[in-house]
């Protein structure tokens, strides 16, 4: 499939001997000027870029305390060496988080502190080349910012800062990522990430309607631009485009159905991804998370609820207060915001909902913790509704449930491969060997328990997995969104079903 | 990369889409199935050809799902679905059907 060679699974997971430079010629394509200008960066290299860079590096540790922490305090005790993904499944030492965060330390050290500009070589601090800049580029392009490595961390550094920061100063001198960057472009210009204008999102989601008819006999409506309505729906737009994405909006309007709620997408909001967040940039992350506002100020919308898409929920859950907000104008007696997991459980609390579990009796169902729900936010009012709740829901409507090994879960949980700007085809090699631990876990429970399903509440996890799985000898389709499930058990008030089938114990 | 075609040079990004859209011909799009290690069949076509017809009414490729409801219902629903078309276009029938349309990559989370 492609040349280089997937990882092979293991028994038991095993921490790797290392391959020195093993992914040094990894880079992604380098964003034009016509991506590069609509975000305010320079559109190609600048003379002055050493100059630049250090006077960003300043400015940027200025702005952000915990940046200048985090690139203090590490001791080098060696804890987060064998935890990220991509360290294990490339070998390339630079990709152990304290290496990574290195690339970045000792350019800081030289320029920022007394030890570093005097005497360079005693405390590890090096000067700001091109071969540097280069470095830059590859390796913080192979740090999907999902966090695991702060979790283990003893002063809690948190290598995605550092990589957004990195990423920022790249950009600051003319040197994008041209993934991120086209998307965001297109964010500012259509309003989301695939540039789906108004009509073609309108004609989709009429086709949707019709199948949802076909398929169940009841009229479930997916309204747009419905002003007035009690709740906005922001989701991914891959949910648009994508399988098995769609199946999860699907279920998510099945679950509007049958609460009897009024709602609506805004075709000017029509993203709920901010890749402003992965590339570091305040102010690219500030303007995409205002035309949400915008939106929800324009419908009259008494709620916001999010769809499965994992970095945006961090966005909304963890920045949008100050990022965008206040958000006084919506009914405080919800949310604010709501994830649609919390309101699809919700409803299961109390009893609105009517499921044939049956339905999905063909699987065998593990979840997949993606890394900014699970690391980043919460969900409900108790600690740790962000693992609870996406399995409460899976459990009501699933008879088969099984957890993978508990280190690869949860908090611990791995990065899909794919994160944080890295869910391009120029990067496939980084991507399939980043996925590597997340398969060998997956591979466990396939063979020990006859899982045949993983499901996952991120568009990028879905995709990420959709491309990765046929690598690892699994089929893509193994990959399910959580409202999927949720969809294909509920059963609709007047949707033809036989008596026998439906659960008794309505959930 | 530029992709020549009889003689004529036709400008590509880095993964080989076409630049420009109206450098499309038939002749092109069998230059970048082959790139692609793709033979072109009668129902290759038909995908190429609606991609085209959507791409030309909204601007954009149009949902995994919209075309494999089109193809169910010009080819018969036994391919209206995406283990057909991923037959078809192993890589994918959004961004492999796509580069052959002469069409632009879908972008995001995709």
Not at chain 2, 97 to 108: N, S, W
Request: aromatic share 10%; hydrophobic share 35%.
């Amino acid at each position: 499939m492609a040349d280089f060679e997937t990882p092979v699974l293991q028994k038991y997971p095993v921490i790797p001997s290392i391959t020195i430079d093993a992914m040094k010629d990894s880079a992604p394509f380098v964003a034009k000027p016509e991506h590069q200008d609509p975000l305010g960066f320079p559109g190609e290299l600048v003379d002055d870029w050493k100059d630049r860079a250090i006077e960003k590096m300043g400015e940027l540790l200025g702005k952000y305390r915990s940046f200048q922490v985090y690139l203090d305090s590490c001791v080098k005790c060696g804890a987060c060496t064998d935890k990220c993904h991509y360290f294990l499944g490339t070998t390339d030492p630079k990709n152990m988080p304290v290496a990574r965060q290195d690339l970045l330390r000792s350019v800081y050290r030289r320029y920022f502190t007394f030890a570093g500009k005097y005497f360079p070589k005693l405390v590890g601090a090096r000067d700001l080349t091109k071969e540097v800049l280069d470095e830059w580029y590859s390796y913080f392009h192979q740090c999907s910012q999902c966090r695991r490595c702060s979790v283990y961390c003893p002063y809690g550094i948190d290598t995605a800062e550092i990589s957004m920061a990195a990423r920022e100063i790249l950009d600051s001198v003319g040197v994008g990522q041209k993934y991120c960057n086209e998307i965001i472009a297109k964010v500012h210009k259509v309003g989301n990430n695939l540039g789906l204008p108004e009509p073609a999102l309108k004609d989709t989601l009429e086709g949707l309607e019709e199948d949802i008819e076909d398929d169940t006999g009841v009229k479930v409506r997916l309204p747009l631009d419905e002003k007035g309505a009690d709740i906005l729906l922001i989701t991914p737009s891959a949910d648009f485009f994508a399988e098995p994405h769609i199946d999860g909006l699907i279920g998510y309007a099945k679950v509007f159905h049958e609460a009897g709620v009024s709602w609506t997408l805004s075709s000017y909001a029509s993203e709920a991804a901010n890749f402003g967040m992965f590339i570091g940039s305040y102010e690219n992350m500030q303007k995409v998370a205002m035309r949400i506002r915008e939106a929800a100020l324009d419908l009259g919308v008494k709620r916001i609820v999010h769809g499965e898409c994992g970095h945006a929920w961090r966005v909304a859950y963890s920045f949008w207060n100050t990022l965008a907000g206040p958000f006084d104008f919506l009914d405080p007696n919800y949310p604010v915001p709501q994830h649609i997991c919390e309101f699809t459980y919700d409803l299961i609390q109390k009893n609105k909902l009517r499921f044939d579990k049956s339905q999905n009796d063909h699987r065998v169902v593990t979840f997949h913790d993606s890394c900014n729900v699970a690391r980043a936010t919460r969900m409900g009012d108790k600690p740790g509704g962000q693992f609870e709740i996406p399995r409460a829901i899976i459990k009501t409507v699933c008879n088969n449930y099984v957890d993978m090994d508990p280190d690869t879960i949860k908090e611990g949980t791995y990065c899909c491969g794919g994160g944080g700007g890295l869910l391009t085809d120029d990067l496939m090699e980084i991507r399939v060997k980043g996925a590597m631990p997340r398969m060998q876990a997956l591979n466990e429970v396939v063979e020990e328990h006859g899982v045949t399903n993983m499901a996952a509440i991120c568009a990028i996890c879905k995709s990420q997995f959709t491309k990765v799985l046929p690598y690892y000898k699994m089929g893509m389709d193994m990959i399910v969104s959580v409202h999927q499930l949720v969809s294909d058990a509920l059963i609709l008030t007047g949707q033809e079903v036989d008596d026998d089938e439906a659960d008794e114990d309505a959930a | 990369m530029p992709l020549e075609v009889n003689g004529k040079t036709y400008e590509t990004d880095e993964e080989g889409y076409l630049a420009n859209l109206s450098d499309w011909s038939e002749d092109v799009a069998k230059a970048l199935a082959e790139s692609e290690g793709l033979e072109m069949t009668e129902n290759h076509w038909e995908v190429v050809n609606f991609l085209r017809e959507y791409y030309q009414e909204y601007q954009i490729a149009p949902a995994v799902r919209v075309l494999t409801k089109a193809i169910g219902k010009k080819l018969g629903k036994d391919k209206g679905n995406s283990k057909y078309l991923y037959e078809l276009f192993p890589y994918g029938p959004a961004k492999q059907a796509c580069k052959v349309a002469g069409l632009p990559k879908p972008t995001g989370c995709v």
